[in-house]
């Protein structure tokens, strides 16, 4: 086989123990070295000052669990590193070992057969590690509230047959209430604010139950557990904001001044090259900008935008078409087919964070009225179901992200009739169709005729 890279290394990474594999080709002779560190700071430091040494170009590690990435961040920027897929680089059956592993890893990578997993910038690992962070805490709050209901029920009190919300203002001035020793349920309904007013009566019979010293002890130990998480939420959602949105830097507001200072573009300088004028410039893109550009797509909140942008970044160039994109987020069909036949077509792994917020962006859109999202759904929906068909469009709005991110420009909307002014004579065939199904005969007349 063809040797790619003269000077290179493979690193198999555990939580204690680094073992590395250094092939350097001299004259055409192949030198092999091997040695092991410890995962602390000191020796993986000690590791870099022997790659650099040895002038090493390119380094190959496992992505094993989160061991990578301490070492990832001390050698970045000194080699071209690759994170690999485990399953990509399965060695031959046989003896298997660290140092085995070691080696397979940087026989593979001297001859450029490894393809490295996608590591975003700094900048962007840690914003993804906020996001991230701030959705655990999201769904360990809904858990609580869910132990909050749970404790309710057993008390009989059916705050939450009545109550949309059982952490709303008005649920949780009657629960603060009944934890205080209030047990009159008149009294307790009083304590309604808005539209709750209106179902004073259900209220009074909800709020009549069976309120233990233990039940006093668990609501108590919820609501604060509730309120802390709260709170924890709110701080993640300052420093993303703070990260997003960082504050002006004074030292750029002189760069007008000093671009004006600077000569004219030549002729062939991008700016006045009529070839290149319509190729959307993503470094002038911001982060509070592309959360504007997300948010105008109908069921994606501020936070979904995060989120999401978090997860793919804002510059799409390295994704060469929508499709690229959709499979490495595993938002599309899979293809296993053997014999000429097709045996499953089920999504492939990606992005489980990604995944998730395109989902539940999925779902918000398949709620609204006269969008194209929503239609999309209701079309496909009837046919192939509703979990197909959330997938789908989940899909598409991951698809318009990149559109909207590659070219800079808000979404616009199609409307709910999209689908049937796309082709007017299909839809009317189809009706007509499936109404001669039921019995009937049908004479289509222009409404302006017919009036």
Request: with cysteine; proline share 5%; charged share 25%.
């Amino acid at each position: 086989m063809e040797l790619v890279y003269q000077r290179c290394c493979g690193i198999d990474i555990h939580k204690k123990v680094i073992v590395a594999c250094l092939i350097v080709w001299t004259n055409g002779q192949r030198h092999k070295e091997l040695r092991s560190f410890r995962t602390v700071t000191a020796e993986v430091l000690q590791l870099l000052d022997w790659l650099k040494a040895a002038r090493c170009t390119h380094v190959a590690m496992e992505s094993t669990g989160v061991y990578w990435k301490p070492v990832y961040n001390l050698l970045e920027g000194h080699f071209e590193l690759l994170v690999v897929n485990a399953q990509h680089i399965k060695a031959v059956p046989g003896r298997k070992t660290d140092v085995r592993d070691a080696e397979w890893i940087a026989d593979l990578l001297q001859h450029g057969l490894l393809r490295g997993s996608y590591i975003p910038p700094a900048p962007q690992r840690e914003l993804r590690e906020l996001t991230r962070y701030r959705s655990s805490l999201v769904e360990e709050r809904a858990r609580a509230v869910n132990r909050l209901q749970k404790t309710l029920e057993d008390t009989n009190l059916k705050l939450g047959d009545v109550a949309t919300d059982i952490m709303g203002k008005s649920a949780r001035a009657m629960l603060e209430a009944l934890l205080a020793g209030q047990t009159d349920p008149a009294v307790l309904a009083d304590l309604a604010r808005g539209r709750l007013k209106a179902k004073r009566a259900q209220l009074e019979e909800a709020l009549v139950g069976t309120l233990k010293p233990h039940h006093r002890f668990m609501l108590t130990e919820h609501l604060t557990l509730i309120d802390t998480l709260d709170e924890a939420i709110t701080r993640a959602n300052q420093e993303i904001a703070q990260r997003l949105d960082p504050p002006p830097d004074p030292s750029r507001e002189s760069a007008p001044q000093a671009a004006e200072d600077q000569e004219p573009a030549t002729e062939s300088s991008p700016a006045q090259n009529p070839a290149q004028s319509h190729v959307p410039d993503t470094s002038s893109l911001s982060w509070a900008q592309a959360i504007v550009l997300l948010c105008s797509i109908p069921g994606i909140s501020r936070r979904a935008a995060e989120g999401i942008l978090a997860e793919i970044g804002i510059d799409m160039s390295r994704f060469p078409t929508p499709g690229h994109l959709a499979s490495w987020a595993g938002m599309c069909p899979g293809n296993n087919e053997s014999a000429g036949k097709r045996l499953s077509g089920k999504t492939t792994k990606g992005s489980p964070w990604l995944r998730k917020l395109l989902v539940e962006a999925a779902h918000a859109a398949a709620h609204t009225k006269n969008t194209y999202l929503s239609a999309h759904y209701h079309r496909l929906a009837g046919r192939r179901g509703k979990k197909k068909a959330i997938i789908a469009v989940g899909h598409s709005i991951l698809v318009i992200i990149y559109h909207l991110l590659d070219q800079q420009v808000s979404y616009e909307e199609l409307g709910g009739n999209f689908f049937d002014e796309r082709d007017r004579k299909a839809t009317e065939k189809r009706l007509v169709r499936r109404l001669e199904q039921l019995g009937y005969h049908v004479e289509l007349q222009p409404a302006s005729q017919a009036a």
